[in-house]
């Protein structure tokens, strides 16, 4: 069996294997994420929330998921048909080759790649071509006004994040992100580096669109933004992939700020749980804020939107990640100097 | 024997979507198959063990540098006949740069036939152990910094000329002073009145708006700004 294993045969069903074993549950995950949103937004508007379908409205995302797959799916006639299809199959995709590196627990990462920090920007800075394409390929005003603005804002707000990915980089010393969360063994980043921390939560809303940041959608002012013309399976894709990345970027803040899989503090109460699980509970944890800000927050203006990311982020992160690298090298506490 | 078909793989994609980059009718799509040629050639890098030069081309190409494009040309409304009819004139000159290209290419090409030094350099040992995220690193920050640095200033004196040929300060604009707004407060703005019912609202002069602190000189042009221009 070991043997089989090591053959070119063996190792590509070894991987399938491992992948469906990731991307089964993430899809779980996403289905009762819209549930949980909806839940507690419902809790917070003094609402209940689905409570019909199943017992607590439990199954409800599947009711959903059947609804999606019965409605017809039409694409417009003006619409270049390859590229509006590609678009949501693209979002889509995006969305799950991204977990190919995010290591569940110690070592337990499909593909444990030197560069792994940098894979993850370069995926989550492709998010934006699925809109940008959806949006042209509909030859429709509003789409093409939402992937205008996801496009200008995506754009803007990676600039910041990529600060601050440098600034945990400097203090691990590696771009592999298993180093990344073992050099949080005794310390999460969360406490040193909490500015950039509430930079890069902030930053991750405006990525994955998310109210207040959900402007390419904002249908006060331009219906639903991207995907005004897609229907059935093909809006189901978008929805989906919206959601998966969320859960991708609730892992992203997980493993630079808060520990991946690290019980909290190492001590031995929380050292019963195993790895993924609090992995898993820190994904949620992050998640429920997102959930938290969309029920709390209104929707930005674009020139506020604008004027965050550029006049206050950018020159923020840039201030603190050279203050940073200033402290590593005046207290000798660069890794691997 | 993998990694050989991956490469012939990636290698015919990238050549034929980049053919498709020039013929292409449509500029979207033109834009679109630059983008999957960028994506090949990053995954030319990666088979050839550079995984840093890889992903840091799939982040700057096609993650910034391309969106951008991208968006220039969706935006841009091209009429192809006007395009055409600009070839007839503009063919020689272009035939001379790409002959100009060609020659240089082979002349780079050539240079391992003709310098036999060169051969070697193009060689140039790297340490197997050390990981080429490192060794560029080591290359750039350490021994070429000041090349690295002379690079940078050069970017930023083109960055700051384009800024400078395209920044217009529109007086027309209303611009939105944050700090003044939150400077504010309720009691400067709003004045509680008693109406008498069925009085009216028209005599006391209640509409009209309470009288506006003086403007600070450098924004004059914007008396009513402080909502900004939405």
Not at chain 1, 238 to 245: D, M, P, R, S
Not at chain 1, 316 to 337: D, E, K, Q, R, T
Not at chain 2, 97 to 114: D, I, P, Q, R, S
Not at chain 2, 177 to 193: D, F, G
Request: proline content about 5%; charged content about 10%.
């Amino acid at each position: 069996m070991i043997e089989f294993l090591k053959t070119p045969a063996g190792f590509a069903i070894l991987t399938l294997v491992q992948a469906l074993s990731l991307l089964v549950p993430l899809l779980i995950l996403v289905a009762y994420l819209t549930y949980a949103e909806r839940k507690v937004l419902g809790a917070m508007q003094l609402r209940k929330g689905p409570n019909v379908v199943g017992p607590f409205g439990l199954f409800q995302p599947f009711a959903d998921a059947i609804k999606m797959l019965m409605k017809e799916t039409i694409i417009p006639t003006g619409a270049n048909r390859a590229l509006f299809i590609m678009a949501p199959m693209l979002t889509f995709s995006l969305a799950m080759i991204a977990w190919a590196v995010i290591p569940v627990n110690d070592g337990w990462a499909i593909a444990d790649i030197n560069v792994g920090v940098l894979y993850l920007f370069a995926i989550s800075s492709l998010g934006v071509y699925g809109i940008i394409i959806a949006g042209w390929a509909s030859n429709s005003k509003y789409p093409f006004m939402g992937a205008l603005r996801s496009a200008a804002q995506m754009v803007s707000y990676e600039v910041s994040m990529g600060f601050v990915m440098v600034t945990v980089l400097l203090c691990v010393g590696s771009l592999n992100l298993n180093d990344i969360v073992t050099a949080q063994t005794r310390l999460w980043f969360a406490v040193p580096l909490f500015p950039m921390f509430v930079i890069f939560f902030i930053s991750t809303l405006a990525e994955t669109n998310r109210s207040p940041f959900d402007l390419p959608e904002g249908e006060s002012e331009i219906v639903a933004g991207f995907f005004v013309e897609y229907s059935s399976m093909s809006f189901a894709l978008f929805f989906l992939g919206e959601y998966a990345n969320m859960i991708l970027m609730a892992a992203m803040t997980t493993i630079l700020f808060l520990g991946g899989w690290l019980a909290p503090f190492g001590i031995a109460p929380f050292t019963w749980l195993p790895g993924p699980l609090w992995f898993f509970l820190k994904i949620c944890a992050v998640l429920f804020v997102f959930l938290w800000v969309r029920a709390t927050f209104p929707r930005y203006r674009y020139d506020q939107l604008m004027r965050l990311g550029w006049k206050v982020f950018l020159p923020f992160s840039l201030f603190y990640l050279v203050l940073v690298a200033g402290v590593l090298l005046a207290f000798g506490w660069l890794p691997n100097a | 024997m993998i990694a050989a078909l991956a490469f012939y793989l990636f290698a015919a994609i990238l050549l034929v979507s980049a053919v498709m980059v020039v013929t292409a009718r449509n500029p979207v799509h033109a834009v679109l198959f630059l983008i999957l040629a960028f994506f090949n050639a990053s995954a030319l890098f990666l088979l050839a063990g550079a995984e840093f030069l890889a992903m840091i081309l799939v982040i700057v190409y096609v993650g910034a540098v391309a969106v951008l494009f991208l968006f220039v040309v969706m935006m841009l409304d091209v009429n192809f006949s006007q395009l055409r009819e600009g070839f007839q004139r503009y063919a020689p000159i272009g035939a001379a740069v790409g002959l100009v290209l060609l020659v240089e290419l082979a002349l780079v090409l050539g240079g391992w036939k003709f310098a036999p030094g060169a051969a070697s350099l193009r060689m140039a040992p790297i340490d197997p152990a050390v990981d080429n995220t490192r060794q560029l690193g080591q290359l750039l920050y350490t021994d070429y910094v000041l090349l690295f640095q002379a690079a940078g200033l050069v970017l930023l004196v083109a960055m700051i000329g384009a800024i400078v040929l395209t920044l217009r300060d529109r007086q027309t604009s209303r611009h939105q002073v944050i700090a003044r707004q939150v400077a504010r407060h309720p009691h400067e703005t709003l004045v509680m009145m008693e109406v008498k019912t069925g009085a009216g609202v028209a005599e006391l002069g209640i509409l009209r708006p309470p009288v506006d602190e003086p403007e600070p000189a450098g924004d004059a042009h914007e008396s009513h700004g402080h909502g900004g221009g939405h």
